[in-house]
């Protein structure tokens, strides 16, 4: 009998479609002892080439499934490849309206796979089993390449479906899969695709985001509702373009179960993924559209939200909350000192009543930035850390909810409606805090934990002793973001935050002859400080720990700080700073005593940037990197040493604890900033207002 006609076999008339099914999976069930002793025989090579001849397809499929279930044997994968491979197209409706794929879902995921019909086995990944000593889960999932594979994005969409109480334990790729998704990593497909068109295509990196969308997404629904949702017009003709150079389109599987919820959560992550974009890319103006569009698909998916398991459910218990209350924060928030920062303001957002919910803290615990200051949030933001205080299990589950629960920190929404930058908010809702009195919460926590346990008071004392303080000295800690502790390449990237050692020496030097001493903090590969008397390059020493980073700026006197994540320490400590080197294109979180001095903005003409330039939509957002300030024909410099000087002469007489000699400026300059709270509570130093005043208050 021809291959070609083997398989167009149908049920006899008048009966079921799967009568003759359902008859040899009984009969696979009562004789499999018999097919035991029948792949024993010589002859067993032959008898599996009859029975695939001679039966419709329907039951090859049935007969190959059933075996692999209760053998986990791959006897009969070549014959089905060879029998049943050519055909399945034409009965992907019968396996996907038929009970097979409900009860053996891991070994048809398999097939289809071992076949080559990859997108259409992902409608199975929800329904996957992971128990069994080889479960087949593991391997349907190793076959699809997950990590970074251009079908990554559906399998994004179930991935709340999962057992995550076996999942977890068993498959090191799904543990990949979703580490990468928290990491905003999700789109490595697309990456590689897009990074080809710049190469290959002469696309210009940074097209707007009506082009970036047809250019960068592949599949066509979500670009027509992404267009749509965001008013952009394909005006350039993109997507007629890509039509004619023969693009292939992905789509959702029509028959996934709830396809709308799985295109709200593709379209959820590509919000997020817009988030970042446009921000680094020079449109931070769509930052407030783009996040608003994003809550109004997640609003659609909490209706959707999935039950919690029993194991979740006794989570949530522990902390008082219930599924459908919880903020999720992703281990964004932990990873980077700068983001605890952040947590520290979004927190003081829900003490006054800007966003309810209980917030739940996901990190990994080998990548927090520092452990000691992330563990003063656990009495006002319970943390799961993965490998310490809750399963895997739970862990995950609670990371694949994502789309449902997950709070960005790129972006904050009022209970009005309006939408902004989380920066922007946090800034405002710093100052209103601050205005109110309401003080230093994380400080009042240390405190607290240091009286009930010295060890590392101790610590500290011994460190003075080795060092050579005296028991009355005091010190300033000094922060100067560089571009080599990072890993950036100066001149590049966000390398136009850094600073270089030159201007400070002579601050240095002026706190010393004051008889103070400065420590010098950051990470291991700083670049070295100059051997000076009463200066300790602690970020270079032996002694660095995670602890005493900590611990010195609650000690210090004062903090000589930039726009780097370390100088939230600070201002969650309230410890008096000087700020110099600065530069953002987003509100900032200082504190009432803080005094900056801002890195100087110039454009191509030679005119130097306002406080009204620095802080409107036209300019502001081209500062995130070296490459959008070029694209803008701007140039920016550093602070010069007397300015670097001259503010923190202002600090320390404000934190000398007696009247200010030096006094601050007054309201005036607030009326040239054209975002409220921008610079949260501080102010310009008195000596960088009074330099640059002509240029600063101009308002034209």
Same mark, same amino acid.
């Given at each position: 009998?021809?291959?070609?006609?083997?398989?167009?076999?149908?049920?006899?008339?008048?009966?079921?479609? /799967?009568?003759? #099914?359902?008859?040899?999976?009984?009969?696979?069930?009562?004789?499999?002892?018999?097919?035991?002793?029948?792949?024993? &025989?010589?002859?067993?090579? *032959?008898?599996?080439?009859? !029975?695939?001849?001679?039966?419709?397809?329907?039951?090859?499929?049935?007969?190959?499934?059933?075996?692999?279930? *209760?053998?986990?044997?791959?006897?009969?994968?070549? @014959?089905?490849?060879?029998?049943?491979?050519?055909?399945?197209?034409?009965?992907?409706?019968?396996? /996907?309206?038929?009970?097979?794929?409900?009860?053996?879902?891991?070994?048809?995921?398999?097939?289809?796979?071992?076949?080559?019909?990859?997108?259409?086995?992902?409608?199975?990944?929800?329904?996957?089993?992971?128990?069994?000593?080889?479960?087949?889960?593991? &391997?349907?999932?190793?076959?699809?390449?997950?990590?970074?594979?251009?079908?990554?994005?559906?399998?994004?969409?179930?991935?709340?479906?999962?057992?995550?109480?076996? !999942? !977890?334990?068993?498959?090191? +790729?799904?543990?990949?899969?979703?580490?990468?998704?928290?990491?905003?990593?999700?789109?490595?497909?697309?990456?590689?695709?897009?990074?080809?068109?710049?190469?290959?295509?002469?696309?210009?990196?940074?097209?707007? +985001?009506?082009? /970036?969308?047809?250019?960068?997404?592949?599949?066509?629904?979500?670009?027509?509702?992404?267009?749509?949702?965001?008013?952009?017009?394909?005006?350039?003709?993109? #997507?007629?373009?890509?039509?004619?150079?023969?693009?292939?389109?992905?789509?959702?599987?029509?028959?996934?179960?709830?396809?709308?919820?799985?295109?709200?959560?593709?379209?959820?992550?590509?919000?997020?993924?817009?988030?970042?974009?446009?921000?680094?890319?020079?449109?931070?103006?769509?930052?407030?559209?783009?996040?608003?569009?994003?809550?109004?698909?997640?609003?659609?998916?909490?209706?959707?939200?999935?039950?919690?398991?029993?194991?979740?459910?006794?989570?949530?218990?522990?902390?008082?909350?219930?599924?459908?209350?919880?903020?999720?924060?992703?281990?964004?928030?932990?990873?980077?000192?700068?983001?605890?920062?952040?947590?520290?303001? @979004?927190?003081?957002?829900?003490?006054?009543?800007?966003?309810?919910?209980?917030?739940?803290?996901? +990190?990994?615990?080998?990548?927090?930035?520092?452990?000691?200051?992330?563990? #003063?949030?656990?009495?006002?933001?319970?943390?799961?850390?993965?490998?310490?205080?809750?399963?895997?299990?739970?862990?995950?589950?609670?990371?694949? &909810?994502?789309?449902?629960?997950?709070?960005? @920190?790129?972006?904050?929404?009022?209970?009005?409606?309006?939408?902004?930058?989380?920066?922007?908010?946090?800034?405002?809702?710093?100052?209103?805090?601050?205005?109110?009195?309401?003080?230093?919460?994380?400080?009042?926590?240390?405190?607290?934990?240091?009286?009930?346990?010295?060890?590392?008071?101790?610590?500290?004392?011994?460190?003075?002793?080795?060092?050579?303080? +005296?028991?009355?000295?005091?010190?300033?800690?000094? @922060?100067?973001?560089?571009?080599?502790? =990072?890993?950036?390449?100066?001149?590049?990237?966000?390398?136009?935050?850094?600073?270089?050692?030159?201007?400070?020496?002579?601050?240095?030097?002026?706190?010393?002859?004051?008889?103070?001493?400065?420590?010098?903090?950051?990470?291991?590969?700083?670049?070295?400080?100059?051997?000076?008397? =009463?200066?300790?390059?602690?970020?270079?020493?032996?002694?660095?720990?995670?602890?005493?980073?900590?611990?010195?700026?609650?000690?210090?006197?004062? *903090?000589?700080?930039?726009?780097?994540?370390?100088?939230?320490?600070?201002?969650?400590?309230?410890?008096?700073?000087?700020?110099?080197?600065?530069?953002?294109?987003?509100? &900032?979180?200082?504190?009432?005593?803080?005094?900056?001095?801002?890195?100087?903005?110039?454009?191509?003409?030679?005119?130097?940037?306002?406080?009204?330039?620095?802080?409107?939509?036209?300019?502001?957002?081209?500062?995130?990197?070296?490459?959008?300030?070029?694209?803008?024909?701007?140039?920016?410099?550093?602070?010069?040493?007397?300015?670097? #000087?001259?503010?923190?002469?202002?600090?320390?007489?404000?934190?000398?604890?007696?009247?200010?000699?030096?006094?601050?400026?007054?309201?005036?300059?607030?009326?040239?900033?054209?975002?409220?709270?921008?610079?949260?509570?501080?102010?310009?130093?008195?000596?960088?207002?009074?330099?640059?005043?002509?240029?600063?208050?101009?308002?034209?």
């Amino acid at each position: 009998m021809p291959l070609d006609t083997i398989s167009t076999e149908g049920p006899p008339v008048g009966s079921s479609p /799967f009568r003759d #099914l359902t008859l040899a999976e009984r009969a696979f069930g009562r004789h499999y002892p018999l097919l035991r002793l029948l792949a024993r &025989l010589p002859g067993r090579h *032959f008898l599996r080439n009859l !029975a695939f001849t001679v039966l419709p397809f329907r039951a090859r499929f049935w007969l190959t499934v059933q075996f692999r279930h *209760f053998f986990q044997h791959p006897g009969l994968d070549r @014959h089905f490849v060879f029998f049943c491979g050519p055909f399945l197209g034409r009965y992907l409706p019968w396996i /996907f309206n038929s009970s097979v794929w409900e009860r053996y879902p891991n070994e048809v995921a398999f097939y289809l796979l071992l076949a080559g019909y990859r997108k259409e086995a992902l409608p199975l990944f929800r329904r996957l089993k992971w128990d069994g000593e080889h479960p087949i889960a593991e &391997l349907a999932l190793h076959g699809t390449g997950v990590v970074g594979d251009g079908y990554s994005m559906d399998m994004l969409t179930q991935i709340h479906y999962l057992d995550w109480q076996q !999942a !977890a334990e068993r498959s090191p +790729a799904m543990r990949t899969f979703v580490r990468l998704m928290l990491e905003h990593r999700n789109f490595q497909y697309e990456e590689r695709a897009f990074r080809g068109r710049v190469e290959f295509d002469h696309v210009p990196r940074d097209v707007p +985001a009506e082009q /970036f969308i047809p250019y960068f997404f592949r599949d066509r629904e979500v670009i027509a509702r992404l267009m749509q949702e965001l008013g952009l017009v394909d005006s350039t003709g993109v #997507l007629r373009e890509l039509d004619e150079s023969g693009q292939y389109w992905e789509s959702l599987p029509a028959h996934l179960p709830d396809r709308g919820v799985c295109l709200d959560i593709y379209l959820f992550y590509a919000y997020r993924e817009l988030l970042l974009r446009t921000y680094h890319n020079g449109e931070g103006d769509k930052v407030p559209l783009v996040y608003r569009r994003g809550l109004d698909t997640q609003r659609r998916l909490r209706r959707h939200l999935p039950k919690p398991s029993a194991e979740l459910k006794r989570v949530l218990d522990g902390v008082g909350a219930e599924l459908g209350d919880v903020r999720l924060l992703s281990p964004d928030w932990s990873a980077l000192i700068g983001h605890n920062g952040h947590l520290n303001v @979004h927190l003081m957002m829900r003490s006054m009543g800007w966003w309810k919910g209980q917030p739940l803290l996901l +990190a990994y615990k080998d990548r927090i930035a520092n452990k000691p200051f992330l563990s #003063l949030f656990s009495e006002i933001c319970p943390t799961l850390t993965l490998g310490e205080n809750v399963s895997p299990g739970v862990w995950y589950e609670l990371a694949s &909810l994502t789309p449902f629960l997950g709070d960005s @920190h790129q972006a904050f929404q009022f209970e009005d409606g309006r939408t902004m930058y989380w920066n922007d908010a946090g800034a405002m809702a710093l100052q209103q805090w601050e205005r109110a009195g309401k003080g230093f919460p994380l400080r009042d926590i240390y405190d607290a934990r240091m009286q009930a346990d010295d060890r590392t008071e101790v610590l500290y004392q011994a460190l003075r002793r080795k060092w050579g303080l +005296a028991p009355g000295d005091w010190f300033v800690c000094l @922060h100067m973001r560089d571009a080599e502790a =990072r890993g950036e390449t100066l001149g590049t990237g966000e390398s136009i935050r850094s600073a270089t050692i030159g201007n400070y020496l002579e601050t240095v030097r002026y706190i010393t002859q004051q008889g103070g001493w400065v420590i010098r903090m950051g990470g291991r590969k700083a670049p070295p400080l100059p051997d000076m008397p =009463r200066v300790v390059d602690y970020a270079r020493s032996e002694d660095q720990v995670a602890e005493m980073d900590i611990h010195l700026m609650r000690r210090a006197r004062m *903090f000589i700080g930039t726009t780097s994540g370390f100088a939230y320490v600070a201002s969650s400590f309230g410890i008096p700073t000087a700020m110099v080197n600065a530069l953002s294109s987003v509100g &900032l979180l200082w504190s009432k005593d803080t005094r900056f001095s801002l890195k100087p903005v110039h454009t191509r003409e030679g005119r130097m940037l306002s406080l009204s330039d620095v802080t409107s939509e036209t300019w502001r957002w081209t500062f995130p990197t070296y490459e959008t300030v070029k694209a803008a024909g701007l140039t920016v410099g550093e602070s010069s040493a007397d300015e670097i #000087l001259e503010t923190t002469r202002e600090v320390l007489d404000l934190s000398s604890g007696a009247p200010p000699v030096i006094p601050p400026v007054d309201d005036a300059w607030e009326k040239c900033v054209n975002i409220q709270g921008f610079f949260g509570n501080s102010r310009p130093s008195r000596y960088f207002l009074d330099k640059y005043a002509a240029s600063l208050l101009d308002r034209s």
